[in-house]
């Protein structure tokens, strides 16, 4: 992360996290190349920049960490709980995103990357383990079992 990102700590910082599916109903995941929580899987995302939309954010950060093309279908949800980031009040707007072009490719922010059973246990950055949480309890809330 550039070193001009200083959090403000009279207002909360806006970020974005996606979710991108793929067609075998798994999610995919990133490894960080930088702090806070390198090393540690996480949904790709990042800050919004002044000026831009989510949008734009979502789809600038998935680009810079997977080299991947997306396209925003909805929002997931809004994450803001105190302590989800180490380095101050971020506030995360979680959308969901297909991809439509590319194949993911390490970067220098994302070292590794992998499709993940969202219901998976694995031990995460942030409250991504939560978010995905979140994302399976609603996406199966809508499934009809016959």
Known sequence: ???SYVQDQARPTLTVDVII????GEVLVIR????????MWCLPGGLVDPGETLEAAAIR?????????VTIEHVHGLYSTKGRDPRGHYV????VAAACNGTPSKTEEATEWKWIDPRMKLEMAF???RILTDFVERTWANVVLA
């Open 21 to 24: 599916p793929n067609n075998n």
């Open 92 to 95: 995360s707007v979680t959308l």
């Open 32 to 39: 960080r190349g930088h702090t806070p929580f390198e090393g």
């Open 127 to 129: 409250d991504h383990a």
């Open 61 to 69: 950060e998935v680009k810079e960490e997977t080299r991947l093309d």
């Open 1 to 3: 992360m550039p070193s």
